[in-house]
């Protein structure tokens, strides 16, 4: 809005009549106009100009590679600060992360029937268990923990922590100890 107000005024239009018109206060109007841009401002906006030059000739670059550029022309500028005005400009590589999704994936179809028909009560002491399984990456391989909750007592009845090789072997003990409650 500023700069029209400027215009006007150079066009011989009173700043008080533009600014009652555009419904705007004079004084911010006059306090913008006696800024000058500093010196920090000038020298971010010349570097955003060398970045998105950069990014324009070559959209593979992330914000590290158009960083080289900018220093090449002769801007001095620390990463952070690269990165911040390759983040506020959206200058980010082509090859980047996957957005919208996470991973990229989209959830595929479920793994096994609903049989309780999302009716999560019990009546009875091990009448319904729920169960999760969760891997998690150490510097061994990878570690499963599956936890068995019995859903009338809230409680968990249940809880393997193995290795790949020892998890089928964990089925069957939750299997015979199903059988051996009877349920």
Excluded at 48 to 58: I, P
Excluded at 150 to 166: F, M, T
Aim: proline letters at 5%; glycine letters at 8%; a positive charge.
């Amino acid at each position: 809005m500023y700069p029209l107000v400027r215009e006007l005024a150079a066009d011989g239009i009173p700043v008080a009549v533009t600014c009652r018109v555009l419904k705007i206060a004079r004084q911010p109007y006059y306090r913008w106009l006696a800024q000058a841009v500093s010196e920090r401002e000038l020298g971010q906006a010349y570097l955003s100009n060398a970045l998105f030059d950069a990014h324009r000739d070559d959209r593979e670059f992330g914000y590290w590679l158009l960083g080289d550029e900018a220093r090449d022309a002769g801007h001095l500028a620390c990463d952070r600060t690269m990165w911040r005005l390759c983040r506020d400009g959206r200058r980010w590589s082509i090859f980047g992360k996957k957005r919208g999704t996470k991973g990229g994936k989209k959830p595929g179809p479920p793994a096994h029937d609903d049989l309780v028909r999302r009716d999560l009560t019990a009546q009875a002491p091990n009448w319904l268990w729920l169960t999760d399984i969760t891997e998690h990456p150490t510097s061994e391989g990878k570690v499963y923990l599956c936890a068995i909750k019995d859903v009338y007592s809230n409680r968990i009845v249940g809880l393997l922590h193995q290795r790949p090789h020892e998890v089928a072997a964990g089925r069957g003990r939750v299997r015979e100890r199903r059988r051996q409650t009877g349920r």
